[in-house]
């Protein structure tokens, strides 16, 4: 059963940084995507970012492009989410998810495994 903790979550200033971790257990990664999701508050949750696990191939939403960024450690098995030049409108609740892959194409969608969440607000 694939497990996923996320962490990192936290009140940060505009213009300031935090970095979300994603741990992730119960499976073998090699072919998986893992992604964050985020959902602001009275909002509908939206992709943030994504990697795939073997080919560190990434992608991202505009919203955060040059901002965001992703990566993954292997050998803790965790998915990072650098996030930089923070903004109000980043305040969410951030998912990590995991999900198969069979192609080099970075998945907005479609994944079947999601952690609890972590807080991220943005303010002065």
């Known amino acids: 059963q694939v497990q996923l903790v996320e962490s990192g979550g936290g009140l940060v200033q505009p213009g300031g940084s935090l970095r979300l971790s994603c741990a992730a257990s119960g499976g073998a990664f090699s072919n998986y995507a893992v992604g964050w999701f985020r959902r602001p508050p009275a909002a509908e949750r939206e992709f943030v970012a994504a990697?795939?696990?073997?080919?560190?191939?990434?992608d991202y939403a505009d919203s955060v492009k040059g901002r965001f960024t992703i990566s993954r450690d292997n050998a803790e098995s965790t998915v990072y989410l650098q996030m930089n030049s923070l903004k109000p409108e980043d305040t969410a609740v951030y998912y990590c998810?995991?999900?198969?892959?069979?192609?080099?194409?970075?998945?907005?969608?479609?994944?079947?495994?999601w952690g609890q969440g972590t807080h991220v607000t943005v303010s002065s």
């Open positions: 990697i795939i696990w073997n080919l560190r191939s990434t």
């Open positions: 998810a995991v999900r198969r892959v069979t192609t080099d194409r970075v998945p907005w969608s479609g994944y079947a495994y």
